[in-house]
């Protein structure tokens, strides 16, 4: 057989077993591009939704004709398909203008990654070896579909636990329908970057339980506490956007921008000034800062509008935060604190921003209510140039709000054998990596006698799954999204699979849908619908009579120029929903010291992990573009390290590279250090991310993983795990360590180069 | 008609976030070199953004600065290359072609920006990291000096979409991988040439500067200081 | 000294072209495996990639350029310091010429290749020369690596028959005595030579042109080789005082390699009666000369640099002068001013071991001193952000030897086909220094010579 015959027939094999094997979304991709339009050599445009971190970005994929080895029925094969080639940001998209940050950019590494599982898999080894068969993806349900039970009559509720990635889109929705139809607990969300916190206090400060917006682009004065908002943070994309407008995009004002952390992340690098605080005590200096504002009668207190009982009682000032005080807790200057507190109220509109490290210690809530009070004190709240919540899309269908469990709970439930946990889904969480040791994950999820995972690729969690039922690539799916934050309109973004399945793979809630319908009776009256294309076509119906950006007089109409568009958004007037009037919110005013895990007499640093610019919790670290994107800051690739102030390196005798052993109460690690300027004496800074042990060739085996020295400490009110609040103790190995360092120095023209 | 393709940088815009860097990687079918060429300095980015420390601790500062080539109006490159793989082409870009480069590295000597990266080896990809490649870019063999081309392929094809239909070309109808994908919108590209369109408008402003001047490459590339 | 009669000289001069020792053979073997294993490693880079040598962004020349900069300078050794001696007559000159002309030639084949040892794709090194071809573009000529490839050819061809010339009659003596294949070969060498008076004078004209026409030759090879540095914009490389002072460095290097030839031929080949302590130290002061005069230009250097206090340069010069470099770059002080100047300036120790002791520290120091100009100014050039290292691989460090090895090797072989030392040059000499009675001088064939009426004044 020749080359020709044989793509002649494996094209046309594998377009069957596409159609097959895949719910059928191509014929909603044949009506909207044609496959057979694609002129080889010339582009087309596709548009999409980015998934690569929770922002949900709107992009233009763009499709090319090639050739691609595809796996059809576990078999490969060569066809001639659209690929996508490149990924842009969408112009019209509110969240982030057709702009697009690195993690979006590198996309295609993950559809194209070769680590990537390419049809269902069935443990044949030991759990956690590895060691997999393919089977077919009618064995694949079938398997998963014994393994459901559906809630007893008794009112005992179904062993079956759910743990995914936070999804606000309607695949989070379908899980719900489907957990609530087998009598199960509701889905457990896990990302190691929980926002936890700040939701908590933005709901009881403002009402919104979500995350905030800044109209940076119209704001002459940021303060940030901690967050690194133009790099891992909320909606990087719309932040960078918005600060670029604030800097340059007004001819007649440029706003500045004070960055408040112990540690010089990315977003600290820009700002005008940079201030150190002692990690915990932000919550003391943005009250500071109010202390000021007030007794030297800079704002007037109806400025807070709708936000005016955060600060109630506030017109006495803040007796317990003078400068001097604050000064002895934070370590910030008393002047320093008066010039800022000055310089804010004097460039109205002023914003303060509160993210990161800061929620992050056991009084992180408490900082989170104090900088949104301060917010409340600016006059900020739903102002121009202030913070704005993003409005939902007008989508009935999408409220399913339960309250669920954390992955620690879960865990502890799995070890005491109460609530029973017999079967455990999981899709794109990864809480063996991203979580501390006390929690005992691995245990735990050990005694659960199945675990089926949904995902693309195999990491330290889902290599304990007895069954993997991949799922589809986001530029091979069906994909929506509903941004959190980083618009002032409400959206909802949507896009057709830019390309065909490369791999033999299924997309996880049609995956759902084939099981409920496998099982029959109330679990397929509970999720009627035949592919996850049509869940969202009927959702989408309910948007045609709202005013927004696409208008159609037919349903269908209305479904094709929304796929087109890219999404729907409301025309409306820029501004969050009318705040809710609060009854009673929690007083600001009482901050709690923050606790740590460790002696400082005997673990002397504090141990700052933070959010990689490269791999983000380490979701990125199996991709080679962000491996080999030099960290912007230290400019490391391919590897990890501890940043260390160069005075504290020098009195431990440590130089750059040197294998340094970082312990707390709960493990060590070791790795090289980084002498960098931009960390206080005191502590120590760790990019989360690399230390994978399972997760494709170019992650597996490289660096170390910070989380895994943290101690379980929580933040009361929310129960969240306060990342920041270990203390550890840094030894010299006496050997160095791998450090590959993009940048040749550290400084431009040191001073010593000239002699005069 | 004559022009001068040129691009601005604003300095006081640009937050470090290296979307450009990943984006050129895209656009332009740059190799990774994996960990071992990458220790050994070998990395292909045609795109870095330098940072540079300022004071210490405390007080400490950082400066971000991406740069490409600069497609110098007076490049050192072009005069050294024996073989004219490097030259300049009529709309000012300093083009490379890669058939005719037969290494002997020494435009990335003569290059003050070092610019200019070399195939050590021939790139690898492993399949099916294969089919991200830009069928419009051609992939370099070992032995051959490559470098920004401000995403020539981009530029030829608006050329030519422009000499079909018989369109001017609009200011800002072509962008650059990195220029496009920019989340603060730091970098614009067009034409010097033109005085109305938006990047000469730019590199009038008295935040103009460039890089080296005092090489005297005369860039291309015009940065605009940041005000702080 | 007791002269040698004519016979004598003749014996022992040409005893190397008669008898090969097994220790001949023994050397001839070390050295031909490191040449074969430097063979190997180039196979292997060109097979895997230039990726195996240490070179990197933004060093992007390292060992091989050095090497090349180096065999280049070594080459000076011998045509131009013979040229210079023959134009300015020099009697003592005439053990010493034919050596130093070989150098030239085999370090010039040397260096030479190293431009294409170093390409990213060496099969198509015959792009840098300028042929009608069908892609219809001439060479850059602009670049200096294209002046360099002119230079070289053009020096090359020069030296060869700088070299070939003067050999001619001594290619017809020891056709007249070889016997067999050799005297063929002999035969065509010696071009139909019989000493007739035309001949001879001939022969006189064409070694004075070409004396003359090798000295601009000399100066400007090595001058362009300087101007691959120079021209480009890089700190430190971007110097007027390039041109000279690569070309005193040339000379400089040379007549040190001159010397270590020089005292290996005579212990190996035992010329004590020719190559005798006088020459070493004539020779040992001019490269005293040399070394001072090396001294000047460096001192200029980076006095000039270190005044100017231009950071791009002060950045490259710190890393010589207490950075990464500071070890090498005294080292380098140490070999080729210190040394010298201890040894050759004091009579005493102006032996032949004192020249020779001296002259391979200026080997080495020269060496280093190639590496030290091209490898810091790449490593720190400009952008602070791209600064890089460099170290080499075991690729160049082979490559690196093994033309070391091949140097050898090439002037053993020549040693074995070619008098080592001019004959009738020597016994022209010995006639009119007088110190040798006039019979002496009948050669192989001496009723020709001696007709020959331009004999009497060669190079008069």
């Known amino acids: 057989m020749d080359r020709r015959s044989f793509l002649k027939i494996s094209a046309v094999g594998s377009t069957t077993a596409a159609l097959d094997a895949c719910g059928k979304p191509e014929h909603h991709l044949i009506r909207f591009i044609p496959e057979e339009d694609l002129i080889p050599g010339v582009a087309v445009w596709k548009p999409g939704v980015c998934t690569q971190c929770r922002a949900g970005c709107g992009i233009r994929v763009r499709v090319m004709q090639g050739e691609a080895e595809v796996t059809r029925k576990s078999k490969p094969g060569l066809i001639s398909m659209g690929l996508a080639k490149k990924i842009e940001g969408n112009p019209e998209h509110p969240v982030n203008h057709g702009k697009l940050c690195a993690w979006g950019q590198a996309g295609l590494q993950v559809t194209y990654n070769p680590d990537r599982i390419r049809f269902p898999l069935k443990r044949s080894g030991q759990r956690g070896s590895g060691e997999y068969q393919a089977i077919s993806w009618d064995d694949a349900i079938a398997e998963l579909a014994s393994h459901l039970p559906v809630a007893g009559s008794s009112g005992s509720p179904s062993p079956v636990a759910f743990l995914t990635q936070p999804l606000r889109d309607h695949r989070g929705a379908l899980i719900e329908k489907f957990l609530a139809a087998l009598g199960a607990p509701p889905a457990i969300h896990f990302e190691f970057f929980e926002q936890t916190v700040l939701r908590r206090a933005n709901e009881l400060s403002f009402g919104h339980r979500q995350l905030p917006s800044f109209d940076l682009a119209n704001t002459n004065y940021v303060i940030s506490f901690g967050a690194d908002f133009l790099g891992t943070w909320n909606s990087p994309v719309s932040q960078n956007h918005s600060y670029g407008e604030m800097r340059q995009g007004r001819t007649e004002q440029r706003g500045k921008f004070v960055q408040v952390e112990p540690h010089m992340s990315q977003t600290g690098a820009n700002a005008d000034e940079w201030v150190y605080a002692k990690p915990g005590t932000e919550g003391w200096l943005a009250l500071g800062l109010a202390h000021v504002m007030i007794s030297e009668r800079l704002r007037p207190a109806q400025a807070a509008g709708n936000a005016g009982a955060l600060i109630e009682g506030w017109s006495e000032g803040l007796p317990d935060y003078t400068p001097e005080k604050v000064e002895r807790i934070t370590g910030v200057e008393s002047g320093r604190i008066q010039r800022l507190a000055r310089g804010s109220a004097a460039h109205s509109p002023a914003v303060a921003v509160i993210g990161g490290a800061p929620l992050a210690h056991t009084n992180g809530f408490s900082n989170a209510l104090a900088v949104n009070a301060l917010n409340a004190l600016l006059g900020s709240v739903e102002k121009p140039g202030g913070i704005f919540f993003t409005p939902r899309p007008p989508m009935p269908s999408l409220s399913t709000s339960r309250n669920s469990a954390s992955v620690r709970t879960l865990c502890e439930g799995i070890l005491k054998g109460s609530p029973a946990v017999e079967t455990l889904l999981v899709f794109n969480a990864n809480p063996v990596f991203a979580s501390p040791p006390a929690w005992r994950v691995q245990e735990a999820l050990a005694k659960v006698p199945f675990i089926a995972s949904f995902g693309s690729f195999v990491d330290e969690t889902s290599v304990l799954s007895d069954l993997i039922l991949p799922d589809h690539s986001y530029l091979e799916s069906w994909v929506d999204n509903i941004p959190e934050s980083g618009t002032t309109e409400a959206v909802v973004s949507l896009a057709s699979p830019a390309m065909l399945p490369l791999h033999h793979t299924r997309p996880m809630p049609d995956v759902l849908l084939d099981v409920a319908h496998r099982l029959g009776g109330d679990m397929a009256r509970a999720v009627p619908w035949k592919t996850y294309a049509g869940v969202l076509q009927a959702a989408f119906e309910e948007l045609r009579s709202h005013p927004g950006s696409v208008t159609a007089k037919t349903d269908d109409d209305f479904w094709t120029a929304v796929q087109t568009k890219g999404g729907w958004w409301s025309n409306e007037a820029k501004g969050s929903p009318a705040m809710r009037e609060l009854n009673r919110p929690p007083s600001p005013t009482k901050i709690v010291e923050p606790a740590f895990d460790g002696a400082a007499s005997e673990y002397p640093f504090f141990f700052l992990p933070y959010a990689s610019q490269q791999f983000s919790d380490g979701t990125h670290a199996n991709l080679p573009w962000m491996q080999e994107m030099p960290d912007v800051i230290s400019t490391a690739m391919w590897g990890t390290w501890v940043e260390i102030n160069p005075q504290t390196a020098s009195r431990l005798r440590i130089q750059k590279g040197d294998l340094i052993e970082v312990a707390s109460q709960h493990g060590k690690l070791q790795a090289p250090a980084l002498l960098t300027p931009g960390i206080a004496p005191d502590a120590v800074a760790m990019p989360v991310g690399q230390g994978h042990e399972q997760y494709g060739r170019y992650a597996s085996h490289r660096g170390a993983n910070p989380l895994k020295i943290l101690a379980p400490q929580t933040e009361p009110e929310t129960g969240a795990l306060a990342w920041a609040a270990t203390r550890v103790k840094i030894t010299r190995l006496g050997k160095k360590g791998e450090l590959i360092l993009y940048a040749g120095s550290e400084r431009e023209w040191p001073s010593q180069f000239q002699h005069r | 008609m004559k022009r001068q393709w040129g691009m601005v940088i604003d300095l006081d815009r640009c937050t470090g976030c290296e979307a450009c860097v990943v984006a050129c990687h895209a656009e332009n079918n740059l190799a990774t070199v994996g960990r071992d060429g990458a220790a050994r300095g070998r990395t292909m980015h045609w795109m870095r953004v330098e940072r540079y420390w300022e004071g210490e601790f405390p007080e400490v500062r950082l400066r971000f600065q991406p740069v490409l080539c600069q497609q110098c109006g007076d490049a050192p490159c072009e005069s050294v290359c024996p073989v004219y793989a490097t030259y300049h082409n009529p709309e000012g870009l300093n083009a490379q072609v890669y058939n005719r480069c037969i290494g002997t590295r020494y435009c990335g000597n003569a290059c003050p920006y070092n610019a200019r990266v070399f195939n050590f080896f021939n790139p690898v990809w492993d399949k099916p990291l294969d089919l991200q490649l830009n069928p419009d870019v051609s992939v370099r063999s070992v032995g051959i000096m490559e470098k920004c081309t401000f995403c020539i392929q981009r530029i030829k094809q608006v050329e030519i979409r422009s000499q079909e239909s018989k369109q001017p070309i609009a200011d800002g109808e072509i962008q650059p991988a990195c220029v496009q994908s920019c989340p603060a919108n730091a970098m614009v590209f067009g034409d010097l040439d033109d005085p109305k369109s938006k990047v000469s408008q730019l590199a009038r402003s008295n935040r103009a500067t460039r890089l080296l001047r005092e090489v005297g490459a005369q860039p291309n590339v015009i940065y605009l200081r940041s005000v702080s | ?460």
């Open chain 3, 1 to 460: 000294m007791v002269a040698p009669s004519v016979e004598q000289l003749n014996q022992e001069i040409l005893r190397p072209l008669a008898r090969t020792s097994w220790r001949y053979y023994l050397t001839a073997g070390i050295l031909g495996a490191i040449v074969i294993a430097a063979i190997a490693a180039f196979i292997y880079q060109v097979y895997a990639g230039i990726g195996v040598s240490g070179l990197n962004r933004p060093v992007f020349w390292g060992f091989y350029i050095t090497d090349f900069v180096f065999w280049i300078g070594i080459s000076h050794a011998g045509t131009l310091i013979s040229a210079i001696l023959r134009l300015t007559h020099a009697g003592w000159r005439r053990p010493v010429t034919r050596c130093a002309e070989a150098i030239t030639v085999f370090a010039l084949l040397i260096g030479a290749s190293f431009p294409i040892i170093h390409l990213g794709r060496p099969y198509l090194f015959f792009w840098l020369l300028p042929y009608p071809s069908e892609r219809g573009i001439w060479p850059n000529f602009h670049s200096p690596l294209l002046w360099d490839a002119f230079a070289i050819t053009t020096y090359l061809t020069g030296s060869t028959i700088f070299l070939y010339l003067p050999t001619i009659p001594d290619f017809a003596l020891v056709r007249d005595k070889a016997r067999g294949w050799r005297k063929k070969i002999y035969h065509v060498l010696s071009l139909g030579w019989k000493g007739t008076p035309r001949q001879w004078h001939r022969l006189e004209m064409a070694m004075r042109i070409m004396a003359v026409v090798i000295l601009p030759v000399a100066v400007s090879v090595h001058t362009i080789v300087s101007w691959d540095f120079a021209m480009p914009p890089v700190p430190m490389w971007h110097s007027t005082a390039f041109g000279p002072y690569f070309v005193a460095g040339a000379i400089f290097s040379g007549i040190a390699a001159l010397i270590i030839a020089m005292a290996v031929l005579r212990k190996a080949f035992h010329l004590e009666q020719y190559l005798t302590p006088f020459h070493f130290d004539k020779l040992g002061k001019l490269l005293l000369l040399m070394s001072l005069v090396w001294g000047y230009f460096i001192v200029a250097e980076r006095m000039t640099v270190w005044y100017g206090n231009e950071s791009p340069e002060m950045a490259v010069y710190w890393s010589s002068a207490q950075g990464r470099f500071t070890h090498l770059f005294w080292f380098m002080v140490f070999c080729n001013l210190l040394v010298p100047f201890f040894i050759l300036s004091i009579k005493h120790f102006r032996t032949i071991t004192g020249t020779v002791i001296a002259s391979i520290t200026v080997v080495i120091g020269m060496w280093l001193e190639r590496f030290l100009i091209i490898v810091p100014s790449l490593e720190r050039k400009y952008l602070p952000y791209t600064w890089g290292s460099y170290r080499p691989t075991w690729v160049e460090i082979t490559i690196t030897a093994g033309t070391f090895a091949a140097m050898a090797l090439l002037y053993m072989i020549f040693s074995k086909l070619v008098p080592i030392i001019s004959i009738w040059e020597l016994k022209l000499g010995m006639r009119d220094d007088g110190s040798s009675p006039q019979p002496a001088l009948e050669p192989a064939t001496p009723s020709r010579i001696v007709a020959e009426p331009g004999f009497a004044a060669p190079g008069k």
